[in-house]
């Protein structure tokens, strides 16, 4: 089969041939039919983060159609439409047995681990494959399975409760998501920061209150807007300390400032001023869980998370199309979300 491959740190992807995987009796052969073009597959391709073996094909974002099943799967039938949790966990250790596996010791991401979904099919445990119903296409079912996905799990861990304000930093593929889930999940405000009017304008169409941070200052702004008490939910999902350190200064009494884009540069703040005087906490978000998917996909097809938005081109598998995104996103001129789709 054909798999867009990471065959070096640093270099373009290429082109190669390779069998169809093997698959197990727990497995499940998925015949791909979309995958996302992610911000970690770019830093993936770059080097910027240790991969599980090489060459390695890229692609943790993935939908298709069951083509196999091994003979102890009972959860999904060959021909259906699923889509995939990147995450393999053991199911065994401490972190599985508690519920939390996305903390697994011995995790095995798809696209970064093992070989993932820029290909033209993938195996994976029967458990890992959630359905996909009919309203949702595959390129936005692929999509779900990691911005939107991680955008809930982040409003779970912020506490997002009904009557609640939150502030969402970054309006990107996960703050357009967060913006809506946000909403669903009982907000009754929630404002959008962002520099660039056409995902502020996106935003708004979802419920949101604009806030250009390239006009003025994004904390004063929710500290005005929201009369001096701050939000209650804040997250931040760029990954620069200076929207992090204002995140956490737009928070109200109690609030809860959740940290999801990815940045290894230390953050300062005054304790103080931003946590101890408004017991305020600070709080990690990292992916998502296998059960926070079937939620998320039932609220994709009743329409309270409109996805619609968020594929804004989509590619067929070739290395070049998919090397010019990857490079789009290394200078961060792409718009919202590239997606490979396999015809049919
Ligand atoms: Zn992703
Ligand atoms: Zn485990």
Redesign the pocket.
Known sequence: MKAIRMVEPGKPLALQHVPIPPAGEEDVLVRVRAA?I????AHYRAGRSGMGMMPITLG??VSGEVEWVGAKVISVKAGARVCLH?NISCEDCYYCRTGNEQFCTTVKMIGHHIDGGYAEYIAMPARNAILLPEEISFAEGA?L???SA?ALHALRRGRVKEGETVAVFGVGGLGLSAVQLARALGAVEVYAVDIKQDKLELASEYGAIPIDASRSDATEEIQKLTGGKGVDVALEMIGLPVTMKQTIESLGVLGRAVIVGLSQIPLEINPYQTLIGYEAEVIGSNDHLLQELPVLIDMARRKVLDTSHVVSQTISLDADQINQRLDDLELYTSDVRAVIVQPD
Do not use: F, I
């Not at 992610?38 to 597959?41: K, Y």
């Open positions: 996302g992610c911000h970690s597959d943790h974002e990147y999509t399975m990691c911005a991680t």
